[in-house]
């Protein structure tokens, strides 16, 4: 593996990737390596079955959902570019940076991971949350431990409580609004050590 | 002819200094290292040569360490196992605390589902991409500081001229004088164990051949032990297995069975092979009894199981060793136990094994080395340390099932050992996490959501069916 200049050099468009991302070199590199690990086959992409090969995540209700969103519609494949990007969302916001509208919104802002929140929801990306996804969600998470009648009064009363327009359905708007108060940076951040 | 007769006087003095030579070296080796392994003495070389080691390594590191300080790279310190901070906390705890925040109700009002509560398993499946305890455990440990073998370094560039010249010092004194005696070792202690095993087994049964076979297995198993150079520390020996019971250990390679068994005696457990060391297996059992299964036998539990109370009820035959995990793990965690040698019944003595990292990295990745490709980089590292922990015996309890008492003595073995206790079973190395896993995250987060629906349905009609 060597030193990290030795690794990053092997990367191309690194220091793009830097800036676009905010991570250090030494995440990004601790990030190839783990691409490295995951992509058996040595082909320089991750196939979904590369991810379903960690067993965590195997086991996680909605695993299939977020392999789901490293891979673009339409694509089979996710390069490591593909692969860091996505995981920036998770990246603890920087608390210093000013807010400059000038600016495109920094992929780890409260906004972007809400998006990435609801699009594990809004499965058909038409920008809402239909009756119909929300039961999938539930049913991913409860699967046979409660009965249909439930898991629909669940998302009878969600949508009630959340729909402020009353069209049936979830928007971004409103999924953010209802979730004002909570701590978003704090529940979708993930640290590195170091 | 004449430069022939130039020769010959030469001739005749290599001939003369080889022939001294070798009578010098089998001299040595046989005072100090086949002799004291006989009656099972030690001169203390070993652990000399492990403190100086020990002395040569800090100054590699702190060269290191200072030559990239030096030229501003970068260091890749592994020092943590982890790539990103895990959150211990449970399901249950983490939602309750995300709702607590962001709900507008207050806490007493029953706990439902919420939009948000989806965070929690986002962000435990992207934390298991970025970084996942199981993958880890079956890749080689890193290392916090360099000992001089470049196989368990990634930093390793020319620092310093010294640096380097140490390290090509100690590829000669590995590869040059301690191989070809360890492997000078090894041949001996094989070729004698087979030897005398078949000897013994001519003599009826009794207790002068039991005697006599534990002497030799001992023997020689002290014999292979010094072949690795293995520094062996064992402690809390009065809780040594005795006849009629189940050794149990934790499995990091094949060298654990050459650890135990030197020093004290057990029955193997395992299958025939072909080759050397089907040969090695058919001369042990004649001089006593060990339980060695065909291929085809092994899949059969009933059978394996049988053979194995059948030998644990005679008390005259010595405990059995087992490895449960079934698997080479890297000897930082125990994984889970296989339930099977916990059904039998009998006293279960646990044993713990951990090798100390800093000499040589014992663990064997089967699907990266063969094993002899794994015992050629045994044999030139410098040293295995290692520390073995007799458990005192465990049995078990009403009531508990096999199951519960094997996580038991698992958990026993990992405290002793220092090593993590982990649920996972062995078998995901090369095999799927089973459905059971998910079912029991769903369960703990229903139980959340469910478990007050059940509360609240005394206010409203029974139309809902609660199951």
């Known amino acids: 593996m060597g030193s990290t200049n030795s690794t990053l050099s092997k990367i191309p468009n690194v220091e793009e990737l830097m800036q676009e991302t905010g991570f250090t070199p030494a995440h990004i590199v601790r990030l190839y390596d783990r691409f490295e690990a995951l992509d058996k086959e040595k082909t320089g992409h991750l196939r979904p079955q590369d991810f379903g090969a960690i067993n965590r995540l195997a086991m996680n209700p909605i695993g299939d959902r977020i392999i789901g969103a490293f891979f673009s519609p339409g694509q089979e494949t996710v390069d490591f570019h593909s692969f ?50 929300l039961l999938q969600v539930l049913r991913s998470m409860l699967e046979m431990q409660v009965t249909e009648e439930q898991l629909e009064s669940i998302a009878d009363r969600t949508i009630q409580e959340a729909d402020l327009d009353k069209d049936d359905a979830i928007s971004f708007e409103e999924f953010r609004k209802s979730l004002e108060k909570v701590n978003i940076d704090h529940k979708m951040s993930i640290r590195f050590l170091r | 002819m004449g430069p022939f007769l130039d020769f010959n006087p030469f001739d005749n003095l290599l001939c003369i200094l080889l022939g001294i030579s070798f009578t010098v ?22 652990r000399l040569y492990m403190k100086t080691l020990l002395k040569i390594f800090e100054w590699a590191t702190h060269r290191i360490e200072r030559g990239a300080k030096d030229n501003n790279h970068l260091l890749y310190k592994p020092y943590s196992n982890a790539i990103i901070a895990k959150e211990p906390t449970s399901l249950e705890e983490e939602i309750n605390e995300i709702r607590r925040r962001g709900s507008n109700r207050d806490l007493d009002s029953a706990s439902e589902f919420e939009m948000s509560d989806i965070f929690y398993f986002c962000r435990r499946g992207v934390e298991s991409i970025m970084d996942d305890e199981v993958t880890k455990r079956f890749s080689a440990e890193e290392l916090e500081s360099w000992n001089l073998l470049t196989r368990s370094n990634y930093n390793f560039q020319h620092i310093s001229l010294r640096l380097t010249v140490l390290w090509g010092l100690g590829v000669v004194i590995r590869y040059g004088f301690l191989l070809p005696l360890r492997v000078t070792l090894a041949f001996t202690g094989v070729g004698l164990l087979v030897v005398l095993t078949s000897i013994i087994g001519f003599l009826p049964n009794g207790r002068m051949k039991n005697f006599l076979s534990e002497q030799v ?92 109370s059948d030998h644990v ?128 995250q769903q369960k703990l987060y229903s139980k959340m959501l469910v478990g007050t629906q059940e509360d609240r349905s005394l206010d409203t009609p029974p139309s809902s069916h609660l199951n």
């Open chain 1, 84 to 133: 860091v990007r996505i995981l920036a969302h998770f990246r603890p916001a920087d608390k210093k940076r000013p807010k400059d509208p000038s600016m495109p919104e920094p992929v780890n802002s409260r906004t972007s991971k809400l998006k990435f929140a609801f699009q594990l929801y809004d499965q058909d990306k038409d920008g809402k949350i239909s009756r119909a996804e």
């Open chain 2, 25 to 46: 070296w089998f001299t040595l080796l046989l005072v100090f290292i086949i002799v004291p392994a006989i009656f099972g003495v030690s001169f203390g070389i070993r």
């Open chain 2, 217 to 308: 297995h001992l023997m020689c198993y002290r014999i292979c032990v010094r072949a690795l150079t293995a520094i062996i520390t064992y402690h809390d020996s009065e809780n040594k297995p005795k006849n009629g019971g189940i050794c149990v250990a934790n499995h990091t390679s094949p060298i654990d069975v050459i650890i135990l068994a030197s020093d004290g005696c057990y029955a193997m457990v395992g299958q025939i092979h072909g080759g050397l060391m089907g040969v090695i297996q058919k001369s042990m059992v004649k001089a006593c009894p060990h339980i060695w299964f065909e291929r085809s036998e092994v899949k059969d539990r009933h059978l394996v199981a049988k053979r194995l």
């Open chain 2, 313 to 440: 009820e005679d008390t005259t035959k010595l405990p059995i060793l087992i490895f449960p995990e079934g698997t080479c793990i890297n000897n930082t965690s125990v994984m889970m136990f296989k339930k099977g040698s916990f059904e039998i019944g009998s006293t279960v003595y646990p044993v713990a094994i951990k090798y100390d990292p800093r000499f040589g990295d014992a663990f064997w990745n089967s699907s990266q080395f063969g094993m002899v490709n794994y015992l050629l980089r045994m044999m030139s590292s410098w040293a295995i340390v290692c520390s073995v922990w007799y458990l005192p015996p465990m049995t078990r309890e009403e009531g508990e099932d096999a199951v519960k008492f094997a996580s038991r003595v698992k958990a026993a073995i990992a405290r002793q050992g220092g090593l993590v206790d982990l649920l996972w079973d062995g078998g995901l190395k090369r095999g799927k996490v089973k459905d059971t896993f998910k079912e029991e």
